[in-house]
């Protein structure tokens, strides 16, 4: 069983930078590829970010230059650096962990509020 409990979501002017934390339990987080995804007002679940057990990352476009998720394993935590946020990239953001052999994203967190102003 894997537990996700993300913060750091806060209001910020457009331009500004937010980093989000989702703290993980369970023996497999090493090995369990890792997800932001992103829900805006009114809208779908999309995907932000992933990254694998072994570091490999990927991005949505609308994000890539600007955003960079990592990973610190020590601490069973992952990361979403957000740089130059945009009006657009209000949502509610959601940290999603894969274990070893799934083929979906099985455990999700609570999700923690991000809103740009503009």
């Known amino acids: 069983q894997v537990q996700l409990v993300e913060s750091g979501g806060g209001l910020v002017q457009a331009g500004g930078s937010l980093r989000l934390s989702c703290a993980a339990t369970?023996?497999?987080?090493?090995?369990?590829?890792m997800a932001w995804y992103r829900q805006p007002p009114g809208k779908q679940r999309d995907l932000v970010a992933t990254?694998?057990?072994?570091?490999?990352?990927n991005y949505a476009d609308s994000v890539k230059g600007r955003f960079t998720i990592s990973r610190d394993n020590a601490k069973n935590t992952v990361y979403l650096q957000m740089d130059g946020l945009k009006p657009e990239d209000t949502a509610v953001y959601y940290c999603?962990?894969?274990?070893?052999?799934?083929?979906?994203?099985?455990?999700w967190g609570q999700g923690t509020q991000v809103t740009v102003s503009s």
């Open positions: 990254i694998t057990g072994g570091g490999s990352v």
């Open positions: 369970g023996s497999t987080f090493s090995r369990n590829a």
């Open positions: 999603a962990a894969k274990p070893p052999f799934s083929s979906t994203y099985n455990y």
